[in-house]
């Protein structure tokens, strides 16, 4: 219903352990997860997370249904609500890759995250959700889940040498706004 303020780093709001959703299918619940997508799709990301709107709550969106103009070359994720997540790495195995934040404009950086999660949880109504995931679609749920922790992808850069302003690094994608 209202495309909201996303929070930048530096506020202490996103730095907080969300709170787990206890109310399923409720008005406001709905009304949240509307404001979230609203927001999401305006700032074209590939992902939301409830703490990046000042909400301290376990939920976050991620995909989308066409190409993500801040990710041209990644594949169609699944649009998707996980409330209550929990991420299991299947192996051992990091993949190095680019991200950005919403809550980090204009910066990107290479991120180890896990290749390949399953990721649990429930969707608006409380039905479980269970996925095995990889690629960009695990990295984006990853990249999410960290929000509920309290964390941003800067605190997970192993190599400072492979960050910095998207305009430099990626100025065919002509975005301050990352």
């Known amino acids: ?42 700032a074209d990301g590939a992902g939301l997370a409830a703490p990046q709107i000042g909400v301290d709550l ?11 103009p801040r990710y041209p070359q990644a594949p169609v994720v699944p649009r998707t609500v996980l409330i209550n997540p929990v991420i299991t790495p299947l192996g051992a195995a990091e993949v190095d890759d680019w991200e ?7 910066l990107r950086a290479k991120v180890p ?17 269970e996925r095995t995931v990889e690629g960009f679609h695990a990295r984006v749920v990853q990249h999410e889940c960290d929000h509920l922790i309290g964390k941003l992808y800067p605190m997970r850069v192993r190599d400072f040498s492979q960050f910095g302003f998207t305009s ?3 100025p ?3 975005s301050a706004d990352d």
């Open 100 to 106: 950005g934040c919403l809550s980090v404009p204009g």
């Open 168 to 170: 430099v690094l990626f």
């Open 113 to 129: 995250r896990f290749e390949q999660i399953r990721y649990t949880g429930f969707d608006p109504y409380g039905d479980p959700i």
């Open 1 to 42: 219903m209202a495309v909201r303020e996303i929070l930048k780093m530096g506020d202490p709001r996103l730095l907080r352990v969300a709170q787990p959703v206890t109310a399923f299918d409720t008005d406001a619940l709905h009304l949240l997860i509307t404001d979230l997508l609203d927001t999401m799709r305006a």
């Open 58 to 68: 376990q939920l976050v969106i991620f995909g989308t249904d066409r190409a993500n």
């Open 172 to 174: 065919e994608l002509d």
